[in-house]
């Protein structure tokens, strides 16, 4: 892979102006900087990263696998690029996803547009200017009249809350900022804090290769057989065949891909019917199980006949029943935390090396130089001890820098409740500044290289619409934002999401308000709002010109 350039820190302090600031280069940030490149602006990307990637930079922990089909987690705004690259399965490794995002980046030359290895601290609304100012940890000043957070809705690692940790004598690794050369972990006794999808990932890979294995399970996820597949050469040019339609299902679906979704009700077949769409689904593997009827997450009583289908799968899997019985989760709506996609989490409990530890029954108490010391006084010995312990998700990018828009407030401020915008990609305050996959949108709930082609795209034709009509700024009303954000709280009221406690409603992170404040009605229907509101004059937006700025100061 192309090592990170363009890093170079401009310690002067005259800024570096430009039409548009990206702050990101993960999936979304990339397209952002192709998109308004090709439009003829000017652009300055900033990343934290030594180079592009985002998510998948820093995510190199062992197993590190995308859940949703490759074919549909990828760019479809260029079909050059659709036609050149060939993805090898049907789920695609970590190493595989770099090798596209690289790719990528040398067919448009993405990179020259970044400063890598560089953190903003500081955005800032110039109102009197009509411009962002962002300042970095290397000493950059930017200035652009238009600031695009491509920052990601699982960029900031969760610090777990556990006492003691710095005192660990053995190597401590966080899954999300996994070493970039080979780790050698065998013969060595390793425990992993975590059974969310990053957990499972590692527990499935280690467990075969590592001398000991001890899984620190607070929640267990629902897993579901992922039944990965290569793609040989005949498949893949069947797909580039039809990648048009491909792409034209995702947009009009629920979650942005492929996935068949049913319109049929649970409880509007027989119970004989169900238990085989079921077990087909299971055998049909990936998430294909969540489409099986439309009112999954919606329907307390159907979600639990699922839950129940799925306990059964692991008790027919799981050799040990008291292991078994801890697997199976329950007291929350399977789906309503991220169901998982496997290829041999539960068998991995299975081989004689690989040890569950319920922390529900004894909770770590902290961390003690040779390793995890439980409530009961029980010290689980460890050479290695790996935290996926998850992200401040969906706000945390956002909250974690000084955001500033007008009248000096902050995003912090504003979301002091939770997070507000319009369409998820625009606030009121907050003039000329746009976010990717934001906190109000369908991100995490659908395919996320899809809404941020949506959203750039969408953000793109806006701004011409501002240079035909030399507007300077544009921010919502605060009317659209609330009538935004009934919106999401009619649609969260029905689901069955607010009764799991998860990063996706902020109950994973010490002191965040917590609340669904994603848009849980669905992809498509996110863009028919988008749509529509640009399609009535960019309803709910107000513009200033240039003009007037200057007669008002
Ligand atoms: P998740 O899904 O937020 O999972 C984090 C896991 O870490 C979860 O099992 C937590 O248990 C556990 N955790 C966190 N803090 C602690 C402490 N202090 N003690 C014990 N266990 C703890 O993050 P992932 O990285 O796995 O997945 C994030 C997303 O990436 C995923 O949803 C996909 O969209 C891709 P808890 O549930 O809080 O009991």
């Known amino acids: 892979m192309t090592a990170g350039q363009g890093g170079t820190p401009s310690k002067s302090t005259s800024p570096t102006r430009c039409d548009v600031i990206v702050v990101g280069g993960g999936f979304g940030g990339m397209y952002a900087i192709y998109k308004f490149r090709e439009m003829g602006l000017s652009v300055q990307g900033i990343e934290a990263g030594g180079d592009l990637g985002g998510v998948w930079y820093w995510n190199r922990y062992p197993g590190a696998r995308v859940d949703l089909p490759s074919i549909d987690y990828s760019y479809s705004f260029s079909p050059e690029i659709e036609q050149e690259w060939n993805w090898s399965e049907q789920f695609a490794a970590q190493p595989e996803l770099l090798r596209y995002i690289d790719f990528v980046a040398t067919r448009l030359d993405l990179r020259k547009h970044y400063r890598f290895n560089t953190r903003v601290t500081r955005a800032a609304w110039d109102e009197a200017r009509q411009l962002w100012t962002a300042t970095t940890d290397r000493g950059d000043v930017l200035e652009a009249p238009f600031c695009i957070m491509a920052t990601g809705p699982l960029s900031v690692p969760k610090e777990p809350e556990i006492a003691g940790l710095s005192r660990f004598k053995g190597r401590l690794m966080h899954a999300a900022r996994w070493p970039h050369e080979p780790v050698d972990l065998s013969g060595q006794r390793v425990g992993v804090i975590g059974t969310g999808s990053t957990g499972l990932q590692i527990v499935q890979e280690l467990g075969p290769k590592v001398g000991e294995l001890f899984v620190l399970q607070r929640t267990p996820s629902f897993t579901m057989p992922m039944r990965n597949v290569p793609l040989t050469p005949e498949y893949m040019a069947e797909v580039k065949r039809h990648y048009a339609g491909i792409r034209e299902a995702a947009r009009n679906s629920a979650v942005g891909g492929t996935r068949p979704q049913s319109t049929r009700a649970f409880f509007s077949v027989t119970p004989e019917q169900r238990r085989s769409l079921l077990e087909d689904a299971w055998k049909q593997g990936g998430l294909a199980m969540l489409g099986t009827f439309s009112d999954l997450m919606v329907n307390e009583e159907a979600n639990?006949?699922?839950?129940?289908?799925?306990?059964?799968?692991?008790?027919?899997?799981?050799?040990?029943?008291?292991?078994?019985?801890?697997?199976?989760?329950?007291?929350?709506?399977?789906?309503?935390?991220?169901?998982?996609?496997?290829?041999?989490?539960?068998?991995?409990?299975?081989?004689?090396?690989?040890?569950?530890?319920?922390?529900?029954?004894?909770?770590?108490?902290?961390?003690?130089?040779?390793?995890?010391?439980?409530?009961?006084?029980?010290?689980?010995?460890?050479?290695?001890?790996?935290?996926?312990?998850?992200?401040?998700?969906?706000?945390?990018?956002?909250?974690?820098?000084?955001?500033?828009?007008?009248?000096?407030?902050?995003?912090?401020?504003?979301?002091?409740?939770?997070p507000r915008s319009y369409l998820a990609m625009m606030m009121e305050g907050f003039p000329n500044l746009f976010a990717t996959t934001g906190p109000n949108g369908p991100a995490a709930l659908a395919n996320i290289i899809r809404i941020s082609e949506h959203d750039v795209d969408w953000i793109a034709a806006l701004i011409v619409h501002m240079q035909k009509t030399g507007a300077s700024s544009v921010e919502p009303t605060a009317q659209a934002e609330a009538e935004w954000m009934d919106i999401i709280a009619g649609l969260a009221r029905r689901s069955l999401i607010n009764k799991a406690k998860t990063w996706w409603v902020g109950a994973n992170v010490k002191d965040k308000p917590t609340g669904l404040t994603m848009y849980t009605g669905g992809f498509a229907k996110y863009r028919e709002h988008c749509a529509a509101a640009a399609a009535d004059g960019y309803r709910g937006l107000v513009f200033a010109r240039r003009v007037e700025k200057a007669r008002a100061a």
């Open 304 to 418: 639990e006949v699922v839950a129940e289908f799925v306990r059964e799968k692991i008790g027919e899997v799981v050799k040990d029943p008291a292991t078994a019985e801890k697997l199976k989760p329950r007291g929350y709506p399977i789906f309503a935390r991220r169901p998982c996609i496997d290829t041999s989490y539960y068998e991995t409990y299975n081989l004689p090396n690989v040890h569950l530890v319920d922390l529900q029954a004894d909770p770590i108490a902290e961390v003690v130089e040779q390793g995890v010391r439980l409530a009961s006084g029980k010290v689980v010995e460890l050479d290695v001890l790996i935290l996926a312990t998850g992200y401040d998700g969906l706000t945390g990018a956002l909250t974690a820098f000084d955001v500033v828009g007008r009248d000096g407030r902050t995003v912090t401020q504003k979301w002091k409740d939770g």
